[in-house]
């Protein structure tokens, strides 16, 4: 069983910056890729951002590609998005995810996930 617990959430201006982590206390993700999603009120769990288990592997949605950075520490087991350049449609609840199946930018490939945090972004 793998627990996560994101942290970081918050409100910010566009054009600010934001930094969410997602710690395991249970020390047992290494071996998953994790992922991060976003749902935004009314809409659906959308992709946003993934990264292997080794680290090497990362992959975006185009929305915040070159906005946000997604990183892993295996050795404290936990995995951070540094979100740059926020717009107001970045506002949502993120929330990360473990997983092991392929495609990593779909939900279903994903097995564990946190409770969510929320990003408010203002104009």
């Known amino acids: 069983q793998v627990l996560l617990v994101e942290s970081g959430g918050g409100s910010v201006q566009a054009g600010g910056s934001l930094r969410l982590s997602c710690a395991d206390p249970?020390?047992?993700?290494?071996?998953?890729?994790m992922g991060w999603f976003r749902q935004a009120p009314g809409k659906e769990r959308e992709f946003v951002a993934s990264?292997?288990?080794?680290?090497?592997?990362?992959y975006y949605a185009d929305s915040v590609k070159y906005r946000f950075t997604i990183s892993r520490d295996n050795a404290q087991n936990t995995v951070a998005l540094q979100m740059n350049s926020l717009k107001p449609e970045d506002t949502a609840v993120y929330y990360c995810?473990?997983?092991?199946?392929?495609?990593?930018?779909?939900?279903?490939?994903?097995?564990?996930w946190g409770q969510g945090t929320q990003v408010t972004v203002s104009s």
């Open positions: 995810a473990a997983g092991l199946a392929f495609p990593r930018n779909i939900a279903a490939s994903y097995d564990y």
């Open positions: 249970g020390r047992t993700f290494s071996r998953y890729a």
């Open positions: 990264i292997s288990w080794t680290g090497t592997n990362t």
